[in-house]
């Protein structure tokens, strides 16, 4: 277990509250994410996707009274749009919520909470720690684009494979037996259109990200046999064994 002098806060400006309101508010959203809201954690990791297992959004959960769902600012009239389609045959009422949103980093664990501390990292601070380690917070540019096997996500960290049925879950669960194992991602830094151009023709471009002066560029690989010299040494983060 990590010393709390180990853990480093985050401010998360860029980041809202869905609350879910109703009696069948535990059923409702059981059938819309990929982990287990009947589990012990109060505070878990899930993804929300479609039919076709593209993401909606990745998200904290937190179960209170009310159930809060915290995600990213820019996907959030996405989010209430796809989940509002299942709502209303549970009588359930999501609000936004705006609210003091703090990430929290222990050295290999990201959390999501609610608090009024002051914190000395930014946001930008805690996009570029996710990116690194390939848990990508799902943004406007990648909402309803991307499997998690494009982001080289820990489908452990997301997803519960013993749970009943949920939206999606046909395409999740072939993607832990089959696309894992054949997906590489690597995250490189201020490639030219040359470098893009190049990369293209081998890989899928998931996103791009412009952090203070360098600009980010995530690809998946399906295969990977070797890089040029002056690509490897752009790379910022890789899944490359």
């Not at 806060?9 to 109703?22: N, P, R």
């Not at 380690?133 to 309803?144: K, V």
């Not at 151009?197 to 990977?224: C, R, V, W």
Request: glycine content about 4%; charged content about 30%; aromatic content about 10%.
């Amino acid at each position: 277990m990590s010393k709390t002098s180990d853990i480093v806060s985050f401010s998360l400006d860029d980041y809202i509250t869905l609350e879910i309101i109703g009696d069948k508010r535990l059923e409702f959203l059981q059938g819309q994410m990929t982990a287990d809201i009947h589990g012990k954690s109060k505070n878990l990791d899930t993804l929300f996707c479609n039919e076709k297992g593209f993401i909606i959004s990745n998200a904290t959960i937190i179960v209170d009274k009310n159930i809060q769902i915290i995600i990213k600012k820019d996907v959030s009239e996405i989010m209430q749009s796809e989940l509002r389609k299942f709502s209303k045959f549970f009588r359930c009422e999501i609000n936004l919520k705006e609210e003091n949103i703090v990430g929290t980093y222990d050295g290999s664990n990201f959390k999501k909470n609610f608090s009024n501390n002051k914190v000395s990292k930014s946001n930008q601070d805690w996009d570029l720690l996710k990116i690194t380690n390939f848990d990508y917070d799902i943004d406007e540019q990648t909402c309803l684009r991307v499997r998690p096997s494009d982001l080289g996500y820990d489908l452990g960290k997301y997803v519960s494979f013993t749970k009943g049925c949920y939206r999606g879950q046909e395409i999740i669960a072939r993607l832990k037996y089959l696309s894992n194992k054949q997906h590489t991602s690597i995250v490189f830094k201020n490639l030219t259109e040359e470098e893009h151009i190049d990369l293209e023709s081998q890989a899928k471009l998931i996103y791009q990200k412009k952090l203070e002066n360098d600009d980010l560029s995530h690809y998946s690989f399906k295969n990977i046999d070797q890089l040029d010299e002056s690509l490897k040494i752009k790379i910022i983060a890789s899944q490359l064994p």
